[in-house]
């Protein structure tokens, strides 16, 4: 019984996509979609809780509010960055809109902070 369930289940899954093409994306060359960024800095926005193990906290809480954050460890120190930002003007922007969530969500002692983008080697 088992054996037949699970050959009606793989025939109605494999009939799901008939009729339809399916056309994989070509990849594009790394330089044509990176833009030149060594002349221009780039910006990010530093979310900075009150406490250390809020970190994970408010990484979670970024999450699940929709803004895509990375977790830096520099010189022992964890950082909670949004970004890279293109110019300082669309971080401010971006701090704006987690600065009104932060508020809407009633969440306090949380600094943000636009920051250079620190430099990869």
């Known amino acids: 019984m088992r054996k037949m369930v699970l050959v009606i289940a793989v025939l109605a899954l494999a009939g799901c996509g008939e009729g339809k093409s399916v056309d994989a994306q070509k990849p594009q060359p ?12 780039q910006w990010d926005l530093e979310v900075r809780g009150e406490t250390p193990q809020a970190v994970s906290d408010l990484s979670g ?8 954050s990375n977790i830096v460890k520099e010189n022992g120190k964890t950082r909670i960055l949004l970004g890279p930002f ?9 701090q704006t809109e987690v600065r009104a969530a932060l508020t809407r969500a009633k969440k306090q002692n949380i600094e943000l902070l636009v920051v250079e983008h620190p430099v990869t080697q």
């Open 30 to 41: 790394a330089a044509a979609t990176a833009p030149s960024t060594a002349s221009a800095p």
């Open 61 to 68: 809480w970024l999450i699940e509010h929709s803004f895509v």
């Open 86 to 94: 293109s110019s300082k003007a669309e971080a401010e922007a971006k």
